[in-house]
């Protein structure tokens, strides 16, 4: 939440102040009845494996249209449902949501036994003991092989408690899922714990993708992750790409596989099936 700007004197300071307090009060009662509601769906968004040129799965990515705010970004709710414990009902909603759409999917045959649906995990939802438990039986009761969800985690995620965190992605790597570490390389990860990680993919954040055609730095850590991640034997994925110029250095570098603007947004589930089995052009002519 960002605090008002440019404000001449303390009374418009005071009002913004008070405009944002109530609108978080508002979103956070408003999360409370979401799900019911039926106000929450989830958009999809492609994610292109460059060896192929096709559409080797999707980020589930939560959306919120509310009645009383309209659109609200997950950049400003999602934060608002940790801080209140909310995340974990509609964290819950998301992984049914995005397990019943993979089975919709599969049953149809628009999808192959490769393709694979990502969800977003809150370290909240992590923290619970039996998090990894009710994920297997939520997708062995979907009749679904586990290598078809991905579970994806922040850095930070992880910090929260170590531990326990560490032993439920092993418990899922065990049993067949995907783990992903979400935004890497803005955390604490340090190489010494990265060895120890039960994952198997990095997502290379879009901090390090957004000017990688102009910015040197940020071309080494690029290559330098995606070298690393190799050594590990983790597969990479870059966020956020663009621009043609940052796909073509992606693929130089050998990165695995591609999610942005460049090939879509998130989309709604109608529109994903049209564009799902066509070859990404922009990922054939790199
Ligand atoms: P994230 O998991 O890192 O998701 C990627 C974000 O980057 C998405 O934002 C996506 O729309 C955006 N993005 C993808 N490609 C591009 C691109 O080429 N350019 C630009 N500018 N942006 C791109 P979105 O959907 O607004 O989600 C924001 C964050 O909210 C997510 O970041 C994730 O941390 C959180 N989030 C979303 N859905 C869920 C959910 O179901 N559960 C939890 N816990 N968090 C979620
Ligand atoms: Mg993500
Ligand atoms: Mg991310
Ligand atoms: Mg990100």
């Known amino acids: 939440l960002a605090l008002p700007q440019n404000v001449g004197c303390w009374q418009g300071y005071n009002d913004q102040l008070e405009h944002l307090l109530q609108r978080r009060t ?3 009662n408003g999360l409370r009845t979401a799900v019911q509601q039926h106000e ?6 492609p994610k292109v494996d460059l060896e192929s040129n096709q559409v080797c799965g999707v ?12 659109h609200v970004s997950p950049a400003e709710f999602i934060p608002l449902a940790e801080a209140s414990g909310e995340i974990l009902g509609v964290g819950a909603w998301v992984i049914q949501e995005a397990v019943a759409a993979l089975v919709r999917w599969r049953c149809r045959g628009d999808v192959d036994d490769a393709f694979s649906v990502a969800v977003n995990v809150a ?7 039996d998090f990894a438990q009710r994920l297997m039986q939520c997708v062995s009761a979907a009749g679904l092989p586990p290598h078809c969800l991905e579970i994806e985690v922040t850095e930070s995620g992880l910090m ?3 531990e326990l965190a560490l032993r439920q992605l092993q418990a899922l790597s065990q049993a067949g899922f995907r783990v992903a570490i979400d935004d890497f390389g803005t955390g604490y990860s340090s190489l010494a714990y990265l060895k120890k990680l039960p994952v198997s993919v990095l997502k290379i954040d879009r901090a390090f993708i957004r000017e990688l055609d102009t910015n040197v730095a940020d071309q080494k850590l690029t290559e330098t992750v995606i070298g690393m991640a190799g050594l590990f034997g983790f597969s990479t994925v870059a966020e956020g790409v663009e621009h043609y110029a940052q796909l073509k250095l992606l693929k ?3 990165c695995d596989v591609i999610q942005g603007f460049i090939f879509a947004p998130p989309l709604k589930e109608a529109v994903l099936l049209k564009i799902i089995k066509q070859p990404m052009c922009n990922a054939v002519t790199v």
């Open 26 to 28: 508002g979103l956070r």
């Open 40 to 45: 929450l769906y989830l958009a999809y968004q």
């Open 59 to 70: 980020e589930a990515l939560l959306r919120w249209d509310s009645p009383v705010y309209g």
């Open 123 to 129: 370290p909240l939802q992590l923290a619970q003991p």
């Open 160 to 162: 929260q408690d170590m």
């Open 252 to 254: 130089d570098m050998k």
